[in-house]
């Protein structure tokens, strides 16, 4: 359709009076013949006119390219070379203006001016001139050119014999020419290297090898002395040599070490690399500057023509880059790639490679995202993308001269018998005797050499300082694809928004860089430590420093110590503080092992004996045997480094595993969606925006990348941000800001009882003795019931007070078992400060004025769930031996013929009551030697003891547990228990909480003596058949029924590899070891995004292995998981999964803004490439910089909902919420956006006076808003932008109602007003810097009476101003108001509440069916 030529009618537009800069440029051979006052008389005395139409007194400097009369060729015609301009000609006023017409302003011109006789246009240079008789015979000429009389100018083409252009293609040639030259060099020095490894000689990953080959070497030292493979006396030392083995680690057994050498070579490629890349960044800056006559006059470098300069400027941006993304993904192989591939054992560099396997933490069941996802995976398999590549140095030991490197904080020692490189760790031996035979510690040359295979006892953490981390940060790729979209901002005159994108990107890289190192320098203050140390050499203490530590030392342990290595105790009593380790809130004490030959498990029954890295000691107690002699405080160092339980924890902090989460993976396609939408929209730009090639090619850069925002990565964790900080004012810390959404996904929530559910200590309720009545069996009977300690037989009065490991520290700390801390607190009784010698401790009875000596103690061991004492009795000389523990466990103890015929009934009745039930069982071995015990194990210790009786504490519920547990249910989570504590009380407890309901009933699963499984009913005490529980796990039950299990069932099931069923069915997992609690959240895992929630301890493995791990410490800056709570209630739990699901909503909703933004600004984008006109600039940089940025922010301030709702927040971005909000909102934007223009299309004021790009000049492009068209594209499009933040800031489910989050509002509000006066008002000050709804000052005065104080640049179009009638204003306005209120209502009523909860309920997504 023709612009301009018919109105609304239908009727032929009548041309318009024109007033303006219409007339062309005049150009003649001689300034005389210049019409009168045109030409040197134009100026002032003194001074002549210039060929670039100024008045000067020189005109000497003046370039010959800036003479209009050369019509911007760069190489004029002869026939033009000689023509100079006259001055110009002030503005005319044509009637019935045809801009086309040439002819027309000419004739209208000539009369105007007094230009007597004709001139041709230029390039007419045969045409008929009438000039005066004077100039003809001076051979005089005149012609017509500029605007619209200059043709075309022909596209101007480099030489590239520039001196520019051979500079730059000799530097590129240069380095084509080096990387051929080494890449030859580096095939032919390689070709051994390639043979061994097509032979696999010499190219093994790091393995177990390295061990078993330096422990031969050991063995055969040591052979005249000792057997192989045990520990031996060295032949030249005397000291104890241990077996040697490596790592066997899954993680290690996966590197692939490839060596490296340097090479002269090399070192000139890698340096040629270096300065070209700085040259591409100045040869870019160069040609930017350019573009801004920073090096003289614009285009300089492009022969002065600014389409040249950005036809120029657009291949260097692409191969920059090309280049810069190339070297980015090759970023940590680029330097060993200057360098000469060789065996690793003759490099001087290791380039070591580890595949990173991504945690998946809930994966899409979508068949576009798993295919999206094998895609990618292909793709990052191809570029090697999922390896983690680094380069170490190898360094050699001084004495011994062996070859190693370090990586993630570890030694790799080279075997020359293997050729492989592994980490190197002693092994002690297995048993106690094994382990004891190692005190009387090292020689110092042994030590020496443990140490050149260990290296120091410091965990070295390499922290960068915060330039270099900020230079690793801005190398990720997304930094490099802001940073290279922020150039073309910068290049094309829009550096305004380029420089505050690139401030917000730049703050956003700085707060990350900021905090990561932080965090770092936190790690790093706690691995590494050094202290001064005893550590017994040569026979003799040393005072040396922990740093000197090597496996097989002995080191006394002292009160203070940090302790410095995983170590076993062979001496003292010793009280440990794991609170920083475990999160364990009261000291440990520990003991030593004993002289036998038991097996030493450092994590399972041998805990209380280890010693772990980085825990403190409290108290460190010599113990004086019975002989006199004393046993100090000592320790056997086991690991050292990253071998020890710390070195592991600081590793896995150090250097994670990926974690991939659904909403991750959902993100990477809608990335790539948003890439093919984005490379659509470049190719509509270059075909709508008919002007020349390379402003669109820029203009479709901006419009992909403000499809793809720079900003929407930090916009994404913004509402982890604010949570996280909402969340530490709650006492809640957190540690790893991803889990934080995750938080937001928990459909089960764990539970351990004793101090989490229920209050931390337990209360003395009573005891149940027992006694023979008689000779037989039968005559063993309980009596009744006492609730009170002094009520209870002097026996069991004595058991208490004795049978425990409580001790007493400085200020009268009692440390220990929380429940043997309360029981020997009700004896009454004391702990004295000085056993008799002898004794491990001396217990004062008061009331009695006796003491009792604990001559014999074996330790609370988990997998008996017993202790036992032996205590002497001064009274008799007596010694009495106590074993007290579960239930369940002593029963198999004891003597049969003391249990009565209800043992069961009875403590599963108190137990079922919430009673926490221990039996109590006693031996009285009369006078006898305590040296005949010295050697006697604990089964020789317990078995045959009679019965004594039940002692019983009961574990409080904490006063909001209940609370807790009903609001958790309330938002849709599952609660289940997984408790160390009997299955009864655990039903007991669970029916307290609310986690089961009290007339539910339960079945509890356990293994019967044959080690067969089966079912009892809880209250009924009856047995279940298996059918019945077919029915439970199917779901088929049809009343409230509950499922209990005990460890021994759990793995039973598990091992059968039939616990899968059971799993979300059952309630309750009680008697589980703390392996046995991670084993159960793994499977709980396999179907739900799970929560653990416990008080540290025997619950740090759950901590770490559930998706949200919520430790109960008071300890800020927790390690042990992701979250901590001070303030040790499990309403931190709901706390969390609120402030989690706001989390996630929020960051949805921010993601979501982002890409309304993107979708808006296309829209806007394409209208503009097909009308040929734009926004102006200010227009522009209030959007980017304020509406935009400002309004994110804005959203991730929503507040949480007060509880948690039924429902949880999506977390797939392709999910049916997400879609029908961005496709609603999009069609209606879109739809009310093609409405305005066709109620524009309607008007009688635009139709005739439509915006014809080929009227304006076109070259100034920030005056193209200076149009109908634009004002109505940008005013709609402005509310859209505003409004759509107003859209994705509802839904209350997870966070408060929308008028809550008053920042947002109040933003929303004032740029809706300042849009509104814009657009309603009269020409104003706001709307003129918007070029809109005015025009120029002399268009505003006579034909609007308004004269405007303030300055504005003439209108760029032919009526001089683009004001909309008043009425239509209105109409326009309440068009934009309505556009606002329909994706409101599609938001609200569709997305959100009505049509979407309708649909939830006919169409329900497949989603977890859990019983809550």
């Known amino acids: ?837 002898g004794a491990l401790d001396t217990v004062v009875v008061p009331e009695e004025n006796i003491k009792l000596d604990i001559v014999k103690r074996f330790e609370f061991l988990h997998s008996r769930a017993s202790m036992s004492v032996a205590v002497r009795d001064p009274r008799d000389g007596h010694v009495h031996v106590f074993v007290k523990g579960s239930f369940e466990k002593i029963k198999e103890h004891l003597n049969s013929t003391t249990v009565p015929n209800n043992y069961l009934a009875k403590a599963n009745g108190m137990a079922r009551q919430g009673g926490y039930v221990l039996a109590v069982g006693h031996r009285d071995l009369g006078d006898i030697d305590i040296s005949e015990m010295e050697h006697w194990s604990r089964d020789d210790m317990e078995n045959g003891s009679e019965l004594v009786g039940f002692i019983v504490f009961k574990n409080m519920l904490k006063p909001d547990t209940p609370a807790a547990i009903a609001k958790l249910k309330e938002g849709s989570t599952r609660t289940v228990m997984i408790t160390g504590d009997t299955a009864l009380t655990g039903v007991f407890i669970s029916k307290s909480a609310g986690l089961m309901s009290e007339p539910s009933v339960v079945y509890l699963g356990d293994l019967n003596k044959s080690g067969e499984l089966y079912w009892v009913d809880v209250d009924k005490d009856e047995e279940v058949g298996q059918s019945e529980i077919n029915k439970v796990i199917s779901g088929n039950a049809g009343y409230d029924v509950e499922l209990a299990m005990t460890g021994k069932a759990f793995n039973y099931l598990a091992d059968m590899e039939q616990i899968q069923p059971y799993v979300l069915y059952t309630r309750v997992f009680a008697r589980m070891l703390p392996t046995d609690k991670v084993r159960c959240i793994q499977l709980h895992m396999e179907h739900a995004i799970v929560g653990f929630c416990g008080d540290g301890g025997n619950d740090l493995g759950g901590l770490r292995a559930a998706h949200v791990g919520l430790a109960l410490s008071e300890a800020e800056a927790s390690i042990v998981s992701p979250f901590s709570a001070g303030d040790r209630s499990i309403n931190s739990c709901v706390e969390l999964l609120i402030q989690g699901r706001s989390a996630l909503a929020t960051s949805f909703a921010n993601y979501l803004y982002l890409i309304l933004y993107g979708q808006t600004m296309t829209f806007l984008k394409i209208f503009s490439f097909y009308f040929s006109n734009t926004a102006s600039s200010n227009t522009w940089i209030w959007v980017d910089a304020f509406i935009n940025t400002l309004m994110s922010v804005c959203v991730a301030f929503s507040a949480p909902a007060k509880k948690l709702s039924k429902y949880r927040p999506t977390a797939r971005i392709l999910g049916p919420q997400m879609m029908a909000t961005a496709l609603g909102t999009v069609f209606i934007n879109f739809a009310f956006l093609a409405g305005a223009f066709g109620w524009l299309y309607q008007k009688q004021w635009f139709r005739c006076n439509e915006f014809d790009s080929g009227s304006t000049d076109i070259s100034k492009w920030w005056l193209l808003a200076d149009n109908y068209e634009a004002f109505v594209l940008a005013i709609v499009c402005l509310f859209q932008f505003v409004n759509n933040a107003m859209v994705v800031n509802f839904g209350y489910h997870y966070r408060r109602r929308w008028y809550y989050n008053y920042p947002l509002i109040f933003f929303w509000a004032v740029y809706v007003a300042i849009v509104s006066i814009v657009l309603l008002a009269e020409p104003n000050w706001l709307g003129c810097r918007f070029r809109m709804n005015c025009g120029s000052k002399s268009v505003l005065a006579d034909n609007y009476d308004i004269h405007p104080s303030f300055y504005i640049e003439d209108y760029n179009n032919v009526i001089g101003h683009n004001i909309i009638p008043n009425g239509s204003r209105y109409q326009l306005w309440v068009l934009c108001v309505g556009n606002m209120c329909a994706t409101v209502l599609w938001q609200v009523v569709v997305a959100l509440y009505p049509v979407h909860s309708l649909a939830r309920k006919k169409r329900p997504l497949r989603r977890l069916q859990v019983k809550l």
């Open 1 to 837: 359709m023709e612009i301009n030529k018919y109105d609304v009618n239908g009727q032929v537009c009548p041309l318009r009076t024109q007033t303006g800069n219409l007339c062309p440029q005049l150009c003649v051979s001689d300034v005389s013949l210049c019409p009168v006052g045109y030409g040197d008389d134009s100026c002032s005395e003194g001074q002549r006119l210039c060929i670039d139409g100024s008045c000067s007194e020189d005109c000497g400097d003046v370039p010959s390219r800036m003479n209009p009369c050369g019509c911007k060729f760069q190489y004029p015609p002869e026939q033009a070379r000689d023509l100079v301009p006259c001055a110009a000609f002030p503005e005319v006023t044509i009637k019935r203006y045809n801009a086309k017409d040439a002819g027309q302003a000419i004739d209208f011109c000539s009369d105007q001016f007094n230009v007597t006789g004709t001139a041709p246009q230029w390039g007419e240079w045969n045409g008929d001139q009438d000039l005066p008789e004077d100039a003809e015979a001076n051979n005089g000429r005149r012609f017509w050119a500029g605007t619209p009389c200059c043709p075309t100018a022909p596209k101007y083409r480099y030489t590239y014999n520039e001196p520019l252009w051979i500079g730059v293609f000799s530097c590129v040639g240069a380095e084509a020419l080096v990387l051929l030259i080494w890449i030859a060099y580096k095939y032919v020095r390689e070709i051994p290297v390639r043979h061994m490894r097509r032979s696999e000689a010499g190219f093994t990953t790091a393995s177990a090898g390295v061990g078993a080959a330096i422990n031969e070497k050991i063995d055969n030292d040591s052979k005249e002395k000792s057997a192989i493979g045990h520990s031996s006396a060295s032949s030249d030392t005397g000291s104890k040599t241990p077996k040697a083995e490596s790592v066997d680690s899954s993680d290690e057994s996966a590197l692939q070490i490839k060596g490296f050498k340097n090479d002269p070579l090399g070192w000139v490629g890698f340096a040629s690399l270096i300065l070209i890349s700085l040259g591409w960044i100045v040869w870019m800056g160069f040609w930017t500057g350019d573009y801004y006559g920073t090096m003289g006059e614009e285009a300089s470098l492009a022969h002065y023509n600014s389409t040249l300069l950005e036809e120029t400027m657009i291949p260097i941006w692409v191969f920059s880059v090309t280049w810069f993304v190339t070297c980015c993904t090759f970023l940590w192989r680029i330097r060993n790639f200057f360098r000469i591939e060789c065996l690793p054992s003759e490099g001087t560099y290791v380039q070591i490679e580890r595949e990173l396997k991504e945690v998946k933490m809930a994966s899409s069941s979508s068949m576009i995202v798993k295919f999206a996802k094998r895609a990618e995976e292909g793709f990052v398999r191809l570029i090697r993308a999922n390896v983690h590549v680094q380069t170490c140095p190898i360094e050699r030991t001084p004495q011994t001269n062996l070859r190693y490197f370090n990586y993630m904080c570890t030694r790799y020692v080279f075997n020359e018998s293997s050729r492989q490189y592994g980490p190197y760790q002693f092994d002690m031996g297995t048993t106690h005797s094994q382990l004891r035979s190692h005190m009387d510690g090292l020689s110092n040359q042994e030590a020496a050499h443990r140490l050149e295979l260990v290296g120091p006892n410091f965990i070295s953490v390499h922290v960068p300082s915060y330039p270099l981390a900020f230079i690793l940060e801005m190398s990720q790729f997304f930094y490099l694809y802001q940073l290279m979209v922020m150039w073309l901002y910068y290049f094309w005159a829009y550096y305004t928004i380029g420089v505050i994108d690139t401030s917000i990107i730049l703050l956003s890289a700085i707060v990350k860089v900021v905090v990561r190192v932080r965090s770092e320098l936190r790690v790093k203050r706690m691995a590494e430590h050094s202290e001064p140390c005893a550590i017994l050499r040569e026979g003799k203490w040393q005072e040396l420093s922990t740093i000197d530590l090597v496996p097989g030392d002995t080191f006394r342990v002292s009160v203070g110590m940090h302790v410095p290595c995983d170590a076993v105790i062979l001496g003292g009593n010793i009280v440990v503080d794991e609170s920083s380790l475990t999160g364990e809130p009261l000291p440990i004490r520990k003991f030593p092992i004993r002289d036998d030959h038991g097996v030493h498990d450092q994590h399972g029954a041998g805990k209380i004996n280890t010693l772990f890295a980085g825990t403190s000691v409290s108290q460190a107690q010599s113990v004086t045997a019975s002989d006199g002699t004393v046993s100090e405080a000592i320790g056997l160092c086991l690991n050292t480094g990253t071998q020890t339980d710390k070195g592991q924890l600081v590793q896995n902090i150090l250097f994670p595993q990926p974690i991939s989460f659904i909403f991750n993976e959902q993100l990477r396609l809608v990335f790539t969606i948003l890439i093919i939408y984005a490379i659509i929209v470049f190719a509509l730009a270059m075909v709508f925006y008919q002007t020349k090639p390379s402003a669109a090619w820029f203009y479709a850069m901006f419009s992909s990348s403000q499809l793809i925002s720079p900003l929407l990565p930090a916009s994404l964790v913004m509402g982890q941000s604010v949570a996280s900080t909402r969340l530490k004012k709650k006492q809640i810390y957190c540690v790893d800001l991803p889990r934080i959404i995750m938080a937001g996904k928990v459909q089960v929530f764990c539970f351990d009882k004793t101090g989490t559910l229920t209050k931390e200590g337990l209360e003395f309720y009573g005891g149940l003795c027992a006694r023979n009545t008689g000779a037989d069996v039968e005559s063993w009977a309980f009596d009744t019931f006492i609730d009170t300690f002094k009520g209870l037989p002097e026996l069991m009065r004595t058991a208490a007070a004795t049978c425990h490991a409580v001790a007493e520290v400085e200020g009268g700390l009692m440390i220990g078992n929380p429940v043997d801390i309360e029981m020997f607190r009700t004896t009454q009784c004391e702990i004295s400060k000085t056993p008799t010698p």
